[in-house]
């Protein structure tokens, strides 16, 4: 029962990482509160969390700062504090995005690979990549992370919680693997982190950052399969993390046991990129 007492609010907890987080916390003792977009998803997850606390669901857009304000009113009108943050939603990849263009060049290059061939195609994904597609990625992750981050602090200060905020960053904000706006959008959690964890550290409020390496959630499923299977041959542990073990980073960080932890990124990923 590490999160006894505590009030945690995990976003993006309708699947994947978020509800393994949901899950985790709530089983440590957490009154969790479960934020995401889709309420037929989040509202799942709080039936599966085996509450001992007073869990609830709440739906919204983390990339609308109207919205996530809502959210915090009413936490603190149900709850009057919160204790941790995740700031887990996040996507790979929007409309618009050049996601089709660089698929079917990714095909014609293993193509002429498998033919024997000198490769002549180009993945310079970022001349199909449209201005909304750019836009919808860094609007959730990293605009989403700081409207919550925001009201999150604002809420740990006025009730005098030394909160814990943790970012879930990737892999890709590290090496740049993957596409432009999901890795400047995670590079820009990373950056945040660091810089809000001086903010905050005079208040005891502690700021961290995870950096999930190829995960086995929709995210992954999403991908295509040629591309999963290139990506999961280079992990040194051979397989795709699980939404649990991602979880249980978090948990670490958001109980006193991380009390010497702020502004650090842990790496959650098998060994496929190294600190
Ligand atoms: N799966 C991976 O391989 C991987 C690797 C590194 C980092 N990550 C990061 O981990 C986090 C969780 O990813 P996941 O793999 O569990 O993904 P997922 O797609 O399984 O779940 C993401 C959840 O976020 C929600 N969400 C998306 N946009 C939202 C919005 N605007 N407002 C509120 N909720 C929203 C979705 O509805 C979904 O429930 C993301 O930040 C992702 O970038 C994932």
């Not at 690979?113 to 609007?139: F, K, N």
């Not at 999961?232 to 010497?260: C, H, K, Q, W």
Request: aromatic share 6%; proline share 3%.
């Amino acid at each position: 029962m590490r999160l006894q007492d505590k009030v945690a609010l995990v976003t993006g907890a309708g699947l994947g990482m978020g509800r393994a987080m949901a899950e985790v916390f709530a089983r440590e003792g957490a009154a969790v509160v479960a934020v995401d977009l889709t309420p037929g998803d989040v509202n799942e997850t709080l039936n599966r969390i085996d509450a001992r606390g007073d869990c609830c669901a709440l739906t919204a857009d983390v990339s609308d700062s109207a919205q996530v304000a809502r959210v915090y009113a009413e936490v603190e009108a149900r709850y009057g504090r919160l204790d941790v943050l995740v700031n887990n939603a996040g996507v790979g990849t929007a409309p618009n995005d050049g996601y089709d263009k660089f698929y079917q060049r990714l095909g014609e290059l293993n193509a002429q690979l498998a033919r024997g061939e000198t490769p002549s195609v180009h993945l310079d994904h970022i001349v199909d990549m449209q201005d909304d597609g750019w836009q919808r990625v860094m609007d959730i992750n990293i605009n989403g992370v700081f409207y919550n981050s925001r009201e999150a602090t604002r809420l740990m200060i006025k009730c005098g919680a030394r909160g814990s905020i943790i970012n879930i960053a990737s892999t890709s904000g590290l090496n740049g693997t993957g596409a432009v706006h999901y890795c400047a959008s995670k590079a820009a959690v990373l950056g945040f982190t660091k810089c809000l964890a001086r903010e905050l550290g005079g208040r005891g409020i502690r700021v961290n950052a995870i950096c999930p390496g190829a995960t086995n959630t929709r995210m992954m499923a999403d991908l295509d399969p040629e591309y999963a299977k290139t990506i999961t041959a280079a992990i040194p542990l051979l397989r795709m993390g699980e939404p649990v073990e991602v979880a249980n980073t978090a948990l670490f960080l958001a109980s006193d046991e991380s009390s010497y932890f702020t502004g650090q990124t842990l790496a959650a990923n098998g060994g496929s990129h190294m600190l």
